[in-house]
């Protein structure tokens, strides 16, 4: 049986790296995946590799991503040995666009989407906590913390507006082999 590709999605501030954090944790064999990003370096929150523009479509065209896509006026990038991974039976713990999940499930066998939601109040509250966008760029990013997941996908949607310890444990249970 291959890994499965749990795709963690939701709005801008939500929690997904958060949540990511706590789910490899608790379950150390999970593949935390480490996206390729055009971001400036060192910024605060998960661990990226940070890349200019060139170098992304450098890697782009050298077959470094098994998964790319572009938002937030960002480009990112999931490294072409998450597959190998997954036919090994690992599961494999990534934080996904929305955009990018039907071009997701076209790539990955088993793909599970953990959909993290929190109200629009909280959100901001949390972009504002985390300090690494500006003003400009997180109105930006709340303006499309809306946006609707496709139709037809595995999905679990769990809200994120208390303790993230609790949502940490939904997810778990959530994940158990012998439910998805
Ligand atoms: N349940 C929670 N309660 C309080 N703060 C949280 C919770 N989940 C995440 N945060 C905080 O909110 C901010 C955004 O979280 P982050 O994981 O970066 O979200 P995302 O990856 O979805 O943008 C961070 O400062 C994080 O510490
Ligand atoms: O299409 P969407 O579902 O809106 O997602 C767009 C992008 O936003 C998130 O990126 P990033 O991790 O840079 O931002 P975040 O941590 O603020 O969510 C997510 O991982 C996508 O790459």
């Known amino acids: 049986m291959p890994g499965r590709l749990i795709a963690v999605v939701g709005p801008s ?3 997904k790296d958060s949540v990511m954090s706590g789910l490899v944790a608790a379950q150390p064999s999970m ?20 890349v ?11 077959g470094a991503f098994c998964l790319h896509w572009d938002a937030h006026g960002l480009r990112y ?11 090994s039976g690992r599961d494999c713990l990534a934080n996904l666009s929305r955009g990018a999940l039907l071009q997701a499930q076209a790539v990955f066998p088993r ?8 109200s629009p109040t909280v959100l901001a509250h949390r972009l504002t906590g985390r300090g690494r966008e500006t003003d400009a760029e997180i109105s930006a990013r709340l303006a499309q913390a809306g946006k609707p997941l496709p139709e037809g996908l595995d999905v679990v949607t769990l809200a994120n507006d208390g303790a993230l310890g609790e949502t940490v444990a939904q997810a778990l249970d959530a994940l158990q ?3 998805v």
């Open 77 to 87: 990038g999931i490294p072409a040995d998450v597959p190998d991974d997954l036919r």
């Open 13 to 15: 501030g939500v929690g």
């Open 31 to 50: 593949r935390l995946v480490r996206r390729t990003i055009t971001r400036a370096p060192d910024l605060e929150g998960e661990d990226y590799e940070a």
């Open 177 to 179: 082999p012998a439910r």
């Open 52 to 62: 200019t523009p060139d170098a992304f479509v450098a890697a782009v065209r050298d």
């Open 111 to 118: 793909l599970i989407v953990l959909n993290i939601t929190a």
